[in-house]
């Protein structure tokens, strides 16, 4: 058992934000009957789906036929920029929706405001029907004092660059910037991950990664829709991996350049 795995249902997105890799990957959507093989590779192995990697989920037009289907089998978690938060605001069977409040940006079209109020508007119904919402900030976002200013006048609550309840299912966390792994960076062979052990990720194609910062699945350890997920973790990629996470080395070449664990900050 996982403790969660991460589906990318899409990898395309509505906004390009300057933090974010480009994938090299053709966009992709995924279809409902693809859907469906897919939660029947996954049963057993996670209680928890978050539908994240690269792109928005929440462009998908089958977005909530999607989470519906999904709810019946696992705990659905979403990771969104919040600008398609209206695609959303009838459904009842969202466990946690995470908000990266840090993806504004005046280029997309709206005022700060008006990002905001439809993200407060339809977190205000979501929690009504038991869904967790939590925004997530970065430290050194050019506009992070006045969404503070904002999330503090509408939850009325003192704020901190910490981790805080803002009200009943909502939460605000902070974090640093991260960079994501690429090949030309310089490597370090030392070092642990979660990836393999805790979680696991699937691309919009099939591909199966250790871990959500293997955007362009370099780390290919089989396709879910070619092989049953048992053989991808029996496989000698994917023990060869966890096995070095366990020793504390780093055995793949992106892993050996990639710095996002926490352990390593």
């Known amino acids: 058992m996982f403790k969660k795995?991460?589906?990318?249902?899409?990898?395309?997105?509505?906004?390009?934000?300057s933090f974010c890799p480009r994938n090299n990957r053709k966009k992709e959507y995924i279809t409902i009957p693809r859907f469906k093989k897919l939660l029947k590779k996954l049963k057993g192995y996670t209680n928890y789906l978050y539908f994240h990697i690269m792109g928005e989920p929440l462009l998908h037009k089958d977005i909530n036929e999607l989470i519906d289907i999904a709810s019946c089998d696992f705990y659905i978690n979403i990771t969104t920029n919040g600008y398609l938060i209206k695609n959303i605001a009838n459904n009842t069977n969202i466990r946690q929706v995470n908000i990266s409040l840090h993806s504004f940006n005046q280029k997309y079209g709206k005022s700060l405001d008006e990002y905001l109020n439809d993200i407060f508007k339809v977190c205000d119904k979501l929690v009504l029907n038991g869904t967790y919402i939590n925004y997530r900030l970065w430290t050194n976002f050019g506009d992070k004092e006045e969404v503070i200013n904002r999330l503090e006048k509408e939850y009325g609550i003192s704020i901190r660059n910490e981790h805080i309840k803002l009200?009943?299912?909502?939460?605000?966390?902070?974090?640093?910037t991260f960079t994501w792994p690429i090949l030309s960076k310089e490597e370090n062979n030392f070092g642990t991950c979660m990836g393999t052990r805790s979680h696991i990720g699937v691309l919009v194609d099939g591909t199966v990664v250790p871990c959500c910062l293997d955007n362009n699945?370099?780390?290919?350890?089989?396709?879910?829709?070619?092989?049953?997920?048992?053989?991808?973790?029996?496989?000698?990629?994917?023990?060869s991996i966890n096995e070095g996470f366990l020793k504390n080395i780093k055995v793949d070449d992106l892993c050996k350049r990639c710095t996002f664990y926490r352990g390593e900050r």
Not at 10 to 15: G, H, K, S, V
Not at 217 to 238: H, M, R, S, T, V
Request: glycine residues 6%; negative net charge.
């Open 5 to 17: 795995i991460y589906v990318e249902i899409t990898n395309d997105c509505n906004l390009t934000c």
């Open 167 to 176: 009200a009943d299912n909502t939460y605000l966390d902070f974090d640093e």
């Open 217 to 239: 699945g370099i780390i290919n350890l089989g396709n879910i829709y070619k092989n049953e997920l048992a053989d991808i973790i029996n496989g000698n990629l994917f023990k």
